[in-house]
């Protein structure tokens, strides 16, 4: 098995695409050893001293290391256990999970509003995200503000403020006039 890796936008967070699928449906975020009980993987990893979270998507896990902590330190480690988790035959996921659209629910009023926002989420802006080892879904709307929550490499990626702001911010207003501003939650 050949574990291939990709740097992402924010230096704290590595890709690791192990040239099979990961997660059949949506993502998987992991922000800390504890959310990590339901996946054999992601409490593997997290094994690994240095492991500040762990997410998945469809073909990658991407991994965020603490700040004291050198990548070349904790690559290695984090390699040998992916390759020993696939080769385990082991499930990426144990019980029972759900993250097929990873979006929040919303009810009310503003009902169309947010299927637009979802839908431009899900094929304009999610799919770059991914290609970065991250992921963005729809956690609210309240009176034209729009609330994102960050996962993955973009969790604390230095370049995530310009992201929103700048690309996802502009994108739904141009398309949707009743946003006025996006804002990340935690």
Known sequence: MFIQ?????????????????VLETGTADFPTREAAGNSPLASRIFDIEGTSGVFFGNDFVTVTKT????????KPAILGAIMEH????????????????????????????????KELLDTR???????D????TFHGFDR????LHMQGACAGCPSSTLTLKMGIENLLRHYIPEVVEVRPVA
């Open 5 to 21: 890796t990709e740097s992402t936008p924010n230096p704290a967070t590595l890709k690791f695409l192990p040239g099979q699928t």
């Open 133 to 136: 080892g991250g992921d963005i």
């Open 67 to 74: 700040d004291a902590t050198e990548w070349d330190h904790v």
């Open 125 to 131: 802006v999610r799919p770059a995200v991914a290609q």
């Open 86 to 117: 696939f080769q385990s035959g082991q499930p990426v996921m144990s019980g029972e999970s759900d993250h097929a659209s990873g979006h929040a629910e919303h009810t009310g009023p503003d009902q169309e509003i947010v299927v637009q926002i």
């Open 144 to 147: 034209g503000v729009v609330y």
